[in-house]
């Protein structure tokens, strides 16, 4: 498996989970992102986007990493442009670092939308901004080694039907959840969670370090 770092724009907080996840990978920073390599402790072996927001007195080995230059006026956004760098290099698995929050809406749903696509392709794909989690919900069974009390939401991108939760708190079998629905927000693990699903498009959020203004 050739796992691949991608250094976005959104918030983003080191934590030993995070270590773990980007460990050993390639890394690819999408514009301002590039910041981030410095707070993972991380050189990019590129640097992908129109560069209109390039963090301030950068070191000298993050200035000097390779670009690839786009215009300002382009049909996809940098931090696309930077995964499809990682695909052409021969990423198998994603680690989108900084996928949530920051200042544009769009891009953290657009990260959203893209990861189920890819996922729905066979690319393996974590979302995270350190203190939250996101990984796209395939057809089938899936568990995860969260621990007891960490929140999670599974967030439709469509109708679901044959949805089980266990592990949980407020544990479902084989329910249907219509599009829109707030009945799968704010779940809690308790035990080993794991999560089948038997149709529709769906993401798990999950919260391992919760902020403490949450």
Do not use: C
């Not at 696509?117 to 069974?141: D, I, M």
Request: a negative charge; aromatic letters at 6%.
């Amino acid at each position: 498996m050739s796992t691949f770092t991608i250094l976005l724009g959104g918030d983003l907080i080191r934590t030993p989970r995070l270590d773990r996840q980007v460990e050993g990978s390639r890394v690819i920073a999408a514009d301002a992102g590039i910041g981030h390599a410095r707070l993972l402790s991380l050189v990019p072996e590129l640097w992908v986007g129109d560069f209109d927001s390039v963090p301030a007195n950068l070191p000298d080995d993050l200035a000097s990493v390779p670009r690839r230059t786009f215009p300002a006026e382009k049909d996809q956004t940098d931090g696309e442009l930077a995964i499809a760098a990682a695909l052409e290099r021969g990423a198998t698995s994603l680690v989108l670092a900084g996928a949530f929050g920051g200042k544009r809406a769009d891009h953290a749903f657009l990260h959203l939308a893209l990861a189920l696509r890819l996922a729905e392709a066979g690319t393996e794909v974590l979302l995270t901004s350190g203190a939250q989690e996101g990984v796209p919900l395939l057809r089938g069974t899936a568990g995860f080694d969260y621990a007891d009390g960490t929140l999670f939401s599974v967030l439709g991108f469509s109708e679901l039907a044959g949805l089980t939760v266990s592990g949980a708190k407020w544990p479902l079998n084989n329910v249907e959840v219509a599009f829109g629905s707030s009945l799968t927000i704010s779940n809690e693990v308790k035990g080993r969670l794991e999560i089948a699903l038997g149709h529709g498009r769906a993401m798990l959020l999950a919260h391992p370090y919760p902020l403490p203004e949450s």
